[in-house]
């Protein structure tokens, strides 16, 4: 059984005694509530009363999960062999559009074949492939951004990434592209909304949703279905570079290929998981830097210098993902008890990394709150203090292919423009915008409102 290191404050528990961390004393209706309201909120709060584990109830299913923050324990976490901690993402909102073969949705070792599968259009020398479709897609948006008046960030970058990820999945020509932007933004409207979110609590399995998300997810399917027939024509399947084209040439061990069904559910799971997320993370990163005008500064400076030298700008990169984690936490199932710090976790206990929290670590980070990009200036981020795309052998696949995305989008939009902080509700959002909660993602509350200005 894997073990972590008990941070100094915590008292070690007997083993064979399977107490759940504590948590707040607080009613669970109120947890509930606070919860669903100011996730960052209570989480800071029980990690500044309670320390770097703690276990969150929730009204009125009594479900529990106990959040850890110790590098070592979300090491532990996400280390331990999926038959002992798989992932819990089967029953998250977003797994019944995904579909029953998403690789977010499987464990073990269907999860295993897929993701295999998924891996190679993600690898290194693939990512040259996208960059054109980055800095073209992101040059054509920001063609319409207005100048000398406020303008929300988080709305353009949705779009920017919606066409990338588009490009870069079906490599599709224009007719074709609109059409699935068509299905895809019908779906995205629903999904956004808290009727998500109602639908998940209400019935938590992968049944297909009705109503209007289920009806976009019909017309989505239907267009995805016809390009994959489409595409299995094609005689020149061999040339193309599109992650469609890829994966309809892939074969697992036994020589087999994804069958249509697999295909489409790992599409559409592309598609949610690969824009939104990394929208935010842009947002996110405008958001930042327009409140902290000196490392704005210095970024511009590595900017025009042009060279190959992009150090500064992954240290940004890296520190926006530290403070402003899009997706706050993963959540595993104990298969079996687990040793996690001084916890003894018995089976059946969600047990959940925060990765707002073990971002913020105060023995991993000084001054953890503070957007400080220099902190990555010499050295990297440690693996399990700087979780933003999860871990183990369920971290994000994406994770390159985003960290690229947000570099080019930035450097492109800051090469030509420079943003300020608007002077109408400038006060309120002085220090910065709020997280708010957009189905699973953490977001800025005002879209990261700035005002752009035409640089010389
Ligand atoms: C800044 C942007 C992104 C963030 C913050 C992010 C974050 C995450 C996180 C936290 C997980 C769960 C990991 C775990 O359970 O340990 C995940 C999984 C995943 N992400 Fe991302 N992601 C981003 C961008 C992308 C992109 C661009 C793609 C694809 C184009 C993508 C595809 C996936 C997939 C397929 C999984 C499931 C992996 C598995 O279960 O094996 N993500 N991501």
Redesign the pocket.
Known sequence: MATAVAAPHEKLEIPGRQRLPPGPRAPAILQTLAWAVAPTWVMDRCARRLGETFTLTFAPSGLKLVMVSNPEAVKTV?TAPPEVAP?A?GSSPIAPVMGPS?????TGPE?MR??KL?LPP?HGERMREYEDVIVEATQRDMASWPLGRPMRVHERTRKI?LEV?LR??FGVEAERMEALRTAIGGLLEPVRMPRLLLFALRRPSLQRPSGAIGKALDHLDAVIYEEIGRRREQEDLEQRKD?LSLLLQARDEDGLQMTDGELRD?LV???L???E??A???AWAIERLVRHPDKLRRLLAEIDAGGEDDGYMQAVVNET?RVR???P????MLLQELQVGPHNLPKGTRVV?S?YLTNRNPRVYEDPEAFRPERFSDSGPETFAW?????????????S???L??KLILRTVLSALEPSVPARGGRLWRTGEWNQRRAI?LVPAAGARVVWHKRT
């Open positions: 996400f992932s993402a998403s690789v977010i949705v499987l999860h897929q993701r998924l993600f990434t990820i870069a999945v992650i790992e799971t592309l598609l998981a690969g824009h997320t990394t935010t993370a842009v993902l984690p899009v997706v936490m993963v959540v595993r990394p990765i979780i933003p795309f999860g871990g183990g052998i369920r971290r994000c696949i994406g994770a292919f985003a960290l995305e947000m993602t």
